[in-house]
């Protein structure tokens, strides 16, 4: 049987991933251009026994978030660009508090509200630095409306793996763009629960040390009650003083990302073996520069294209390896430079040429052939 097709909005196709993936709890604000999220969360939760709830403003919606993954639930929140601002003390408990959830961010114009209605890729170094002190992250850049669906569902699966924050961040056009989408049936993708603990309520330490990841409770269910702090921590959940314990649950928390590599980090890579012009894309973007590799090979022009789908943690081992043949990376995005820097961090002595635009327009696969053609 032909598997069913719809044609979906990309914030459609998010609402529809997060479901698939056993999301039954939602908090957020209303904030443009990621609403939609939270509608069609709002229509469909209820009618699967999910919890639904709008809250006074982001801030909340992140602390609401953390206490519906607290008791249980797999949850999740959508926002966009002022609303990522006020999530990050939030944030920043959930990673040192190894609370699971997902945030999802549709990119827009800024800083400050900026152009709500335009697009954006200038967001990108909050996922990494937005939140004080060092914590794990890992962000996840669909491009296309299909690949939100199944990113969302990878993101929940992340989150509940490796007991963190996990974010989508994707721009308003591919937010809001419409393409065919092929609805997994149940068992079509790999669907991640947290792991539970095994050992009697009183024996129960939330951040056992013997494990890389500790299971985690739902808080309250089955006798079941630990303390949770932003504070540094023992294994058993209360602040601690002792320098050592403090060094090592700092170390674990990171350990969880470079430990990890390999299942977290995904890529596509088009005509990479002999590419002397790599274009570094993601997002929207990354659909332009699609285009424009296709017409540079065409034309003789040995480009290829690096499309990370796991910006964070950054693909610096990939880079690198395509650094010993290219004599030049481009890298379009709607900023100012944001990864191009990154790019230029792991390819020393590398050409790194960005392409930047900031005006609430899309970059089209001309501009980014126009500077292909400068590097043949």
Same mark, same amino acid.
């Given at each position: ?11 459609? &196709? ?79 408990? &959930? ?122 409770? &739902? ?61 570094? &894309? ?95």
């Amino acid at each position: 049987m032909a598997k069913v097709k719809r044609f979906m909005q990309g914030n459609e &196709a998010c609402a529809e991933g997060a479901l698939y993936a056993g999301c039954n709890f939602f908090a957020g604000y209303p904030i443009t251009p990621s609403t939609e999220i939270a509608e069609i969360l709002g229509y469909q939760l209820p009618k699967i026994g999910g919890k639904w709830i709008q809250m006074e403003d982001e801030i909340a919606s992140i602390a609401a978030t953390i206490g519906g993954s607290l008791g249980g639930c797999k949850a999740l929140t959508a926002t966009s660009g002022p609303g990522l601002s006020l999530k990050q003390e939030g944030l920043g408990y &959930a990673a040192m508090a190894e609370i699971p959830c997902v945030i999802i961010n549709v990119m827009r114009g800024g800083p400050s509200t900026g152009y709500p209605t335009g697009p954006s890729q200038s967001d990108m170094m909050t996922a990494k630095w937005g939140t004080h002190g060092d914590h794990p992250v890992i962000a996840l850049t669909p491009s296309t409306v299909p690949e939100i669906l199944t990113e969302t569902v990878r993101a929940f699966n992340l989150a509940e793996k490796y007991r963190m924050p996990v974010f989508v961040f994707y721009d308003e056009i591919v937010g809001h763009m419409r393409e065919p989408v092929e609805i997994p049936e149940p068992g079509d993708l790999e669907i991640v629960d947290r792991a539970k603990p095994t050992c009697k309520p009183e024996d129960y330490k939330p951040y056992d040390s013997n494990f890389e990841i500790a299971p985690l409770a &739902a808080y309250g269910k089955d006798g079941y009650r630990f303390h949770v702090t932003g504070l540094n921590h023992g294994d058993d959940g209360f602040p601690t003083n002792d320098s050592k314990r403090i060094d090592q649950g700092c170390r674990s928390i990171m350990a969880k990302i470079e430990n990890n590599l390999d299942d977290i980090l995904k890529n596509e890579t088009v005509d990479m073996d002999d590419a002397e012009i790599v274009l570094f &894309a993601y997002g929207s973007t990354a659909r332009s520069a699609s285009f424009a590799q296709r017409k540079a090979r065409e034309k003789g022009i040995k480009a290829g294209l690096f499309r990370p789908l796991t910006m964070w943690p950054f693909p610096e081992k990939a880079i690198r390896e395509a650094a010993k043949k290219a004599k030049v990376f481009i890298v379009p995005e709607m900023n100012l430079g944001q990864m191009s820097l990154e790019v230029e961090r792991c390819a020393p002595g590398i050409e790194v040429k960005g392409i930047n635009r900031v005006d609430g327009e899309p970059i089209n696969p001309a501009q980014i052939l126009e500077c292909i053609e400068k590097y043949k």
